[in-house]
């Protein structure tokens, strides 16, 4: 039973081996506060979402299936939303429409088409998440590099000592890498871990 | 003979060490590539690209390798003789070398005079051979890494793309960057894709996108010429010395000069030209002289249009369109300026120069001429795409055209539009990376496609693109790099042209799926009320403490952490709250109560009407909070909303003001406060709390690193003696596009100018906008202020 969560770290990890919910990898990724943020809420709602998605499964019209999938993750989305307002104003005011914009994340309706829909419920809880919680695990690594490149700092703390950065008399020394802050460099970053896992998993098969 | 013999003989023996299974087998592409480089390979090249003759590879790069000569002779010979005028910081020489540019006949003599070649060329070995040999041996060291660990053979293609990387760099360029660059683009673009033959965008264009992204200021800035940036700007400060800005010679390369905001009319830039004393006509002259006899007849002007006075000349351009000048912002006339230079032909800017090469620019793209002879060579020995390149330069020429073609068809030859809609098409071909890129780029064989009609619709794409970057674009200066990428991303797609329709699903209803779906949306509807009900008293409470603390902390009472602070000679200490809503030393944390009743007990809105004069919302029988809700939605216009700040002396007169301000971001509208000292002039904070800027990049106004520079500056601009006058003086806060120091130097405008955030050029300008737009109303107010303050 426990095998639906662990499979979903790595093994079928939902970023890097079927590569869905890219586009909010690319938002929310400029910090780790934020991008660990965006983790949380995206394991609350593939979490609920596959549990309820689950328990409907015999009672769905199979021509409506997709609404009815979207309006229960929408609902868990506002939920999160709206508790994020309420109690971490801040953080939630960072974040923007990345919240919102889960409801469109293939991730969580990928987890409903190939697993809710047809599984009891609670190995669709786990397996759910399971899903969100390697989503937040790639998010983290990639929101790592990208602060600790991009601004030089992790958790808003400095890590590249200010000493080596590049001033107007000594032009060629350290700087920000500017890629860094922008959407596309996730891309690369998320490019790179998935040829690295293709690279480990590769290995594995040719010893086995 | 017998040295040939006894070379085949040692590889014939390295190769029998390195076959598969033998201990060095890793090492065997290494001995491979030295025996191609010797010997002729005798077995056939397994992987793209595919040339039908009896060409190879090997000899293809060779091809290719010879028709760039041209480009890197020329790129030694510009980049010295660029280096040699604009390092001296001699005002004769650069004198001198401006007026030899008109004729290749004064060129070449200024350049032999004096022996003065020799140096020209050691200068220019000196700035290219670095860069070269970095590139071949960074970007090869990542060709034989990847070449061992893969077991393919190593490739020659390298050895034309790692050059074709050196000549599209700017001259100055760290040398870590140039390493850092084709390390990892090769690497990305090439061998992640599986080596040579598998790229699906072009290995040296893809390095230098990865560079100009990460680095844009070194990429896309102002200094391209020598090694240094630093002394090239200190040279150009010892010329310009004593001249006012715009006439200086500048470094801004022909490709920067266009690169202008669209706020640029075609009649600022005309208005401009007709000081030029060689220009005789501009074609906007119908709509330009009524404008300037009505304008010169209100302010009293006696001088003649075409010889004013520098400032004459900007006083008319800048003054507003209402007030019958022609409306130009005061931080675009030095743009202005430049973009009338270059569309008028002045100085080197000359259409001669661009095609002959004689410019500032990267390494091998300056020279159109050398470009075209490298094109024959291609052509000729059937190496390169002639589709491709006729499209690209088609594309572009007819792009270019399209902007043109509203401007000669209405009635005031678009005097009103962007000014870089004007440039005429065919110039568009002389400048930047355009002919550079076509020729070379464009037509790499793995990465453009390579059907007859697909490279025609391919090269007219690439021509196309380019200049809607460069002129419909601001960001960017150049467009060639992005489009030929974008072209080459979509070369497969445009090889295969295939479209697929599906057939629709049609779905129908029934009955039970209607109850379903009743039921889902009733149930849904409920919950989402019953959460939003729930919620709702602590969402307003969150969102009225943020509001509050934000207000507070451009008031510098709340420290960015949230915590309180008190002002104590001269610096901000940490302090806590008393009970009665004033403050104390101390460090014990805020909470949400203590921060709402410090707001209670310190803030004390009111009104101020057009003219600058004090009343309260009850003399008003107005309710503050709808209000200021009204006011945030610009509902209403009678009164301005101000908050006055109570000293924690508990003293009835106000140690400062906060002004809302409000206006439109990148996204969606932007709401934030300005907390202005009791002299009427000076910031003490700024907040900016409900934006829905992108997180990282424009989100970036709502940090506190960002927000600290503002505190001590003006909200007035300050004139160039450094004074202000509180009637005319344009109101707001500058935000300059990079670093204060860097683009402005040292002149009073800087107590004005706050550095812009990397990355969020539009967020900066709606921000600009913002305090002017929401400054402007409270002028009188402030000068009252002022008034007060004297006597």
């Keep these: 039973m426990f095998r639906y969560f662990v499979d979903q770290l790595f093994e079928k990890n939902q970023v890097l081996v079927a590569i869905l919910g890219i586009c909010s990898v690319l938002g929310v990724t400029t910090r780790l506060s934020i991008a660990l943020t965006m983790g949380l809420s995206v394991i609350f709602v593939t979490g609920f979402s596959s549990l309820f998605v689950s328990l409907l499964r015999r009672y769905t019209p199979e021509s409506v299936r997709m609404i009815t999938q979207l309006t229960i993750i929408s609902l868990f989305v506002i939920t999160v939303d709206q508790f994020l307002r309420a109690y971490f104003l801040p953080l939630s005011k960072v974040l923007s429409v990345f919240v919102g914009l889960i409801i469109t994340n293939c991730l969580v309706m990928g987890r409903a088409e190939a697993m809710a829909k047809n599984n009891p419920p609670l190995p669709s809880f786990l397996d759910g998440i399971g899903a969100g919680v390697g989503y937040a695990i790639v998010l983290a690594i990639v929101g790592g590099i990208r602060e600790l490149f991009g601004f030089g700092e992790l958790f808003g703390y400095r890590v590249v000592p200010l000493s080596w950065y590049a001033t107007s008399d000594h032009p060629d020394l350290y700087r920000n890498i500017g890629l860094m802050y922008i959407p596309p460099s996730a891309f690369f970053i998320i490019a790179m871990l998935i040829w690295a896992v293709n690279l480990y998993k590769a290995r594995c098969e040719r010893r086995r | ?120 060329l050691s200068l220019g070995i000196k700035a290219f051979f670095p860069v070269m040999m970095i590139s071949y041996m960074v970007g090869g060291l990542v060709e034989v890494i990847f070449a061992c660990v893969r077991r393919h053979p190593i490739s020659e293609g390298f050895l034309v793309s790692g050059m074709l990387f050196a000549l599209i760099l700017p001259p100055t360029l760290p040398y870590w960057m140039v390493a850092v660059g084709i390390a990892s683009g090769i690497f990305i673009s090439k061998e992640l894709f599986g080596g040579v033959g598998m790229n699906i965008v072009n290995p040296a264009l893809c390095c230098r996108l990865i560079l100009f992204f990460a680095f844009p200021a070194q990429m896309t800035g102002d200094v391209w010429v020598g090694t240094n940036p630093y002394i090239v700007r200190q040279a150009l400060v010892k010329v310009n010395k004593g001249m006012p800005v715009v006439d200086g010679y500048s470094q801004a390369t022909p490709l920067k000069r266009v690169n202008v905001s669209l706020d640029i009319q075609r009649i600022h830039v005309d208005a401009i030209a007709t000081q030029f004393p060689d220009v005789e006509e501009v074609s906007t002259k119908n709509v330009l002289d009524p404008i300037w006899k009505a304008w010169a007849n209100e302010y009293n002007v006696r001088e003649s249009f075409g010889k004013l006075s520098q400032k004459t000349l900007r006083q008319f351009l800048i003054t507003s369109k209402e007030g019958g000048g022609l409306g130009l912002s005061p931080e675009d006339y030095e743009q202005a300026w430049r973009l009338a230079q270059f569309q008028y032909e002045q100085g080197v800017l000359t259409n001669w120069n661009f095609f002959l090469g004689n410019k500032l620019g990267c390494f091998g793209e300056t020279s159109t001429l050398f470009c075209l002879l490298g094109a024959l060579f291609l052509i000729w020995t059937g190496v390169g795409a002639w589709q491709t390149m006729v499209a690209v330069f088609f594309g572009a020429l007819g792009t270019a055209f399209l902007f043109e073609i509203p401007l000669l068809l209405s009635e005031d030859c678009g005097a009103f539009s962007p000014a870089i809609f004007s440039i005429p098409a065919y110039k568009h071909l002389l400048l930047g990376g355009l002919a550079f890129g076509a020729v070379f780029m464009a037509t790499d064989p793995v990465s453009s496609p390579s059907l007859g009609l697909s490279r025609w619709i391919y090269g007219i794409l690439i021509g196309c693109i380019t200049i809607i970057i460069r002129v419909a674009n601001p960001a960017f200066p150049e467009g060639a790099m992005l489009a030929i990428i974008l072209g080459n991303i979509t070369a497969p797609l445009i090889d295969h042209l295939v479209a697929r329709w599906y057939r629709r699903r049609r779905s129908f209803t029934n009955y039970r799926t209607l109850i379903f779906i009743a039921l889902l949306a009733t149930v849904a509807a409920l919950l989402l009320s019953l959460l939003s009900g729930l919620l709702k008293n602590q969402q307003n409470y969150a969102r009225e403490l943020d509001r509050s603390r934000q207000l507070l902390l451009s008031a510098r009472i709340c420290s960015p952490k949230g915590d309180l602070q008190l002002y104590e000679e001269g610096k901000y200490i940490s302090a806590q709250h008393m009970g009665n809503g004033l403050l104390e030393k101390g460090e014990k944390r805020a909470s949400g109560e203590d921060i709402l009743a410090v707001y209670r007990a310190r803030v004390s809105p009111f009104l101020v009407d057009r003219k ?75 907040a900016w709390y409900d934006h829905q800027e992108t997180p990282g990049l424009g989100g970036e106004i709502s940090t506190y690193d960002w927000q600290e520079q503002f505190s001590g500056k003006l909200i007035f601009q300050p004139d160039e003696e450094g004074k202000i006058d509180m009637k005319t003086s344009p109101l707001g806060v500058t935000i300059v596009k990079g670093r204060v120091e860097d683009v402005l130097g040292d002149v009073p405008k800087t107590m004005n100018a706050v550095d812009g955030i990397a990355g969020a050029t539009l967020t900066g300008d709606g921000v600009m906008r913002a305090y002017k737009e929401s400054l402007e109303p409270y002028r009188p107010f402030f000068e009252n202020l002022s008034n007060d303050g004297e006597q």
């Design chain 2, 612 to 686: 600058g004069r004090r009343t309260s919302y009850e003399n008003e029988g107005i309710d503050i909070e709808k209000y200021l809700q009204a006011w945030k939605k610009k509902e209403c216009v009678e009164f301005l909303p101000i908050f006055g700040i109570i000293p924690n002396s508990g003293e009835k007169s106000f140690e400062s003001y906060v002004v809302p301000v409000s206006g439109y971001g990148l996204w969606d509208r932007i709401f934030g406060y300005i907390c202005i000292n009791s002299d009427g002039k000076t910031i003490r904070g700024i």
């Design chain 2, 1 to 120: 003979m017998g040295m040939k013999e006894l070379l085949r003989k040692s590889l014939n023996r390295q190769l029998a060490a390195t076959e598969e299974g033998q201990p060095l087998a890793r090492l065997r592409p290494l001995v491979e590539a030295l025996d191609h480089f010797f010997f002729d390979p005798d077995e056939q090249t397994p992987g793209p690209p595919h040339i039908r003759d009896g060409v190879n590879t090997k000899r293809w790069m060779t091809l290719v390798i010879m028709a760039l000569i041209p480009c890197i002779l020329w790129a030694i010979w510009n980049t010295g003789v660029q280096t040699l005028v604009y390092t001296s910081g001699d005002v004769s020489l650069m004198g001198e070398f401006f007026a030899s540019s008109h004729s290749l006949f004064s060129y070449v003599s200024f350049v032999i005079k004096e022996g003065r070649w020799l140096t020209v």
